[in-house]
């Protein structure tokens, strides 16, 4: 399938998106967060709002450009039947479904913020540095996974491998207890262990500290280390999830990115109350057995695309439908039962 957004056409794209992608990181953490300090429920919200309306004006400006570059593309217009606004709703469309997905899946690395951040004992006021630090590896480790995935997907057989596994870790995700993350056992924390030493005790927002001649890991680097080591995990899963809604490398990129950008404002607004939402998770797999077989079979079956607004209508009610039975019914009215 020829691609809308070939790299070498369209690299200057990228360019310009991962600058305005560091510019806003600048802005995060130079200026509106340049001193530490608690973030609180009305923060986190105005913060969620914001990343969130800057993904749905990137999907107009999408669209509005791709209408504008296919009109133009003399290659595309000599396709038969090909219809450039037809095709530039359809990259709107997969854009917001991949960032809906992906903006889901991510609700799941908050349940392991959660675990982490409290292991470590990480004050309220330092949180945001170490989550901000831990959303720029993880936008590192997406793009490398991203540009992996958009060579493999290329193979018949690696995307029904993907689509198998999805299907298997969504059926894992239903049936599992939910056993919590325990960082003492992570392989990479007790590797870093044994590189470095961990302080018992905080050095402000310092990760590493000079100590009797030696250099130190304080609780912050281990925390974020094992974050970092999640969120690899998570990868594996989600960017294949992505791959399934559509094969532009580019709307991969840019949905996983504003999904990520809003995971830390996401964690503080929800992180307190996030064992509300226990039933989530069977929403997440149900997304994650729809997406595998959208690739092992549902494709195939539509005539090698299955319609992108029913996949953004399926995934849009199983995470709804999820999120309200969780709160109709609470945790501790299903103990007691």
């Known amino acids: 399938m020829q691609q809308l957004f070939p790299f070498s056409d369209y690299w200057w794209l990228y ?10 990181l600048a802005l995060d953490l130079g200026v509106f967060h340049r001193k530490p300090h608690q973030v609180g429920f009305r923060e986190a919200a105005g913060w969620c709002a914001v990343w969130v309306s800057l993904a749905l004006l990137f999907n107009v400006a999408l669209y509005v450009y791709a209408i504008w570059a296919f009109s133009r593309d003399a290659g595309l217009s000599v396709m038969p039947g ?17 960032y809906l997905v992906e903006y889901s899946l991510s609700v799941d690395n908050i349940f392991v913020f959660v675990l982490v951040i409290g292991y470590f004992a990480v004050p309220l006021h330092y949180q945001h540095r170490v989550l901000f630090y831990g959303i720029m590896g993880a ?96 990868a594996i899963d989600s960017v294949p999830a992505i791959f399934a809604l559509t094969r532009e490398p580019l709307i991969v990129f840019t949905s996983n990115t504003f999904a990520i950008l809003g995971l830390r404002s996401l964690y503080f607004m929800l ?42 209508l399926l995934i849009g009610f199983m995470l709804a439908i999820s999120v309200w039975l969780s709160l109709a019914f609470p945790k501790r009215h299903l103990a007691g039962s």
Not at 15 to 24: E, K, N, P, Q, R
Not at 83 to 97: G, I, N, P, Y
Not at 273 to 296: C, D, Q
């Open 139 to 234: 936008l590192v480790f997406r793009a490398a996974f991203i540009a992996l995935g958009s060579i493999l997907m290329r193979f018949h057989w690696i995307v029904l491998f993907f689509g198998a596994f999805l299907i298997f870790t969504g059926v894992h995700m239903a049936i599992s207890s939910g056993e919590p993350v325990r960082p003492e056992r992570n392989f990479v924390i007790r590797s870093f262990r044994r590189l470095f030493p961990v302080t018992n005790e905080l050095h402000e927002y310092h990760f590493f500290v000079r100590k009797d001649g030696r250099i130190w890991a304080t609780p912050l680097a281990a925390a974020l280390l094992c974050l970092e080591a999640s969120d690899i995990i998570f």
């Open 271 to 312: 992180g307190g109350a996030v064992e509300r939402f226990h039933l989530l998770r069977y929403g997440l797999a149900a997304i994650l057995v729809f997406v595998g077989l959208k690739m092992v079979w549902l494709d195939q079956w539509f005539g090698g695309k299955f319609p992108v607004g029913m996949s953004l």
């Open 82 to 98: 090909f219809d450039a606004r037809a095709a530039a709703r359809q990259v709107a469309l997969e854009f917001l479904s991949g």
């Open 15 to 24: 360019a310009v998106f991962t600058g305005g992608l560091l510019g806003l």
